[in-house]
């Protein structure tokens, strides 16, 4: 009677059902604070996005996510500060459609007051990456963003063109390769990219950076270079904050992680 008791303690006091996952809640930087929110099963429920506008001004902009049978994201009911979108107000819709194939995100319609407004199409490359991602909003030529990755599948290249424009090219650098982006686990939860800027989660915490710009004559320039300065990790290797130093100033990045195993 004395070992079942004992026993009995021991299955109270570990978990039995294996070790709890990491979460993102929250991605802060100069410019923007993202904040996550999750369902008990740790699904995303919902993401609010302010974005800084000058003089101490956001824009906040929340998403609510539902999902379909096969635990994806189907749909995203979106305020603009506390009210639906419009036209004149917002490049972001009151709504947007998820469409998927074979567990990948494979189209994004986002809807005004019913009416469709833009569409996103994601494609991916052999192993699984996003190759390309495009947004066409109805009425303004076609935005474009093409990704090339390493061997470690960090994509160290993006090309973007706006109709039939290049417009910017970026390098990216991952030299520390145990560094781990947080912003990764956001795809676990099934969102593969930002769905306000088109950014595309990297699986791995950026080192350096170069951004080309056309001039006049269409030859690429360098514009901006930037560099990781330091970081802080938590034990599972996800960077919590970052300092990286572009072109003269420093640009602050925290994260809010659960703590996991």
Avoid at 59 to 78: K, L, P, W
Avoid at 120 to 139: H, K, R
Avoid at 159 to 168: M, N, P, Q, R, W
Avoid at 175 to 201: I, N, S
Wanted: aromatic share 14%.
């Amino acid at each position: 009677m004395k070992n079942y008791f004992l026993f009995l303690c021991i299955m109270f006091t570990i978990p039995i059902f294996g070790k709890s996952p990491c979460l993102l809640l929250n991605y802060s930087s100069d410019s923007s604070i993202d904040t996550f929110f999750y369902h008990d099963d740790g699904r995303l429920h919902r993401m609010e996005s302010k974005v800084h506008r000058g003089q101490n001004k956001y824009d906040t902009y929340t998403y609510d996510f539902s999902y379909g049978v096969a635990h994806q994201i189907t749909e995203a009911r979106i305020m603009r500060n506390g009210n639906a979108p419009t036209r004149d107000n917002s490049f972001i819709g009151d709504t947007e459609k998820y469409q998927w194939e074979n567990g990948k995100l494979l189209k994004v319609e986002g809807f005004f007051n019913g009416k469709r407004a833009y569409v996103y199409l994601l494609n991916y490359d052999m192993v699984g990456n996003i190759s390309q991602l495009s947004i066409e909003p109805f009425g303004k030529p076609k935005f474009v963003g093409k990704y090339e990755y390493d061997a470690q599948n960090n994509p160290v290249k993006i090309s973007f063109t706006y109709g039939d424009k290049l417009v910017e090219v970026i390098e990216q650098e991952f030299a520390d390769h145990t560094l781990k982006a947080p912003v990764q686990l956001l795809t676990e939860q099934g969102l593969p990219f930002h769905p306000m800027t088109g950014a595309v989660w990297e699986k791995r915490q950026m080192t350096a950076m170069k951004i080309f710009t056309p001039n006049g004559l269409g030859k690429l320039r360098l514009t901006e270079s930037g560099k990781l300065l330091d970081k802080t990790t938590n034990p599972q290797g996800y960077v919590t904050a970052s300092t990286y130093q572009k072109n003269t100033y420093k640009h602050q990045q925290n994260f809010i992680i659960t703590n996991c195993e």
